[in-house]
């Protein structure tokens, strides 16, 4: 299954229920965040990714991705090298391909959705566990009386936020390589299912096209700011605690 991230950097002056002014530390460039949080997307948010594919796959009884050692959370398993340069240098990147074997399935087609789904689903996840900690680090950014250190620390997580959120939607897309055209196959009758597989290259190649033109920026920024909203609701007490904890209720 392909892996294909959107870094969110247009996201992150449209995302404003935590604006806050613009400081960073004098030794660094004022987007040398996106540059470190691009690198531990790479390192941390590829693995855990194709990883859950691999687990749901050999939960389900499909063996072949854990004997190619793809049940790792080690990204050098996971990582393809022009991948990677296009994650760092344009906020763009994708994975090798998690192999699965559909007729080790009981269900196939409901093999492959729900091993598909696991990869958004992790990225969900990790949105929601990298928001507690950027909550607490943007009130105490405040609570400090504006520390750089923290603001630059708030800036990373906020984007490895953004990015989690965009990977998880950009890949429920319902057209192949994407997870949400193995969502779609297990509604879709198997002749036009397999039909539309075999044009699958081409998908890619016409998606990622539109995606460098900013066509999907519109849209997707619309839906990752649904999603964030959610996140931000569902942690809503912490923010009450936190307020409380920094004096800055």
């Known amino acids: 299954m392909i892996f294909v991230v959107i870094c969110a950097d247009f996201l992150y002056n449209k995302q404003r229920q935590y604006d806050f002014e613009q400081k960073v530390t004098p030794d660094m ?8 949080a691009r690198f ?19 939960k389900l009884g499909d063996p072949t991705a854990k004997a190619m050692g793809r049940l ?3 990204p050098l398993k996971h990582l393809d ?5 296009s994650m760092l240098l344009w906020g763009i990147g994708w ?8 007729r080790y399935y009981k269900n196939p087609k409901k093999g492959m959705a729900l091993s598909a789904l696991a990869g958004p689903l992790s990225n969900l996840l990790m949105a929601f566990l990298c928001m507690i900690p950027f909550k607490i680090t943007y009130y105490a950014f405040y609570a400090s009386g504006g520390a750089q ?9 906020q984007t490895l936020v953004l990015i989690n959120i965009s990977l998880a939607i950009f890949n429920m897309i319902p057209v192949p390589p994407f997870d949400g055209s193995r969502i779609l196959g297990f509604f879709l009758p198997d002749r036009l299912y397999f039909g539309v597989m075999k044009y699958e290259r081409y998908v890619f190649l016409g998606i990622f096209a539109l995606l460098m033109l900013g066509v999907f920026d519109r849209p997707l920024a619309y839906l990752n ?5 959610g996140m931000d609701l569902a942690t809503g007490l ?3 605690v936190l307020l409380k904890l920094f004096g800055l209720g």
Do not use: Q, R
């Open 81 to 85: 090298p022009i991948g990677c340069v």
């Open 149 to 157: 250190t923290l603001y630059f620390i708030t800036l990373i997580l």
């Open 225 to 229: 700011s649904a999603v964030w909203n």
């Open 29 to 36: 460039s004022p987007d040398a965040y996106k540059y470190i």
């Open 238 to 240: 912490l923010d009450v």
């Open 40 to 58: 531990l997307a790479i390192f941390l948010i590829i693995p855990m990714h194709e990883c859950a594919h691999a687990f749901v796959s050999w």
């Open 95 to 102: 994975a090798k391909p998690v192999p699965v074997d559909p």
């Open 72 to 74: 790792t959370l080690n």
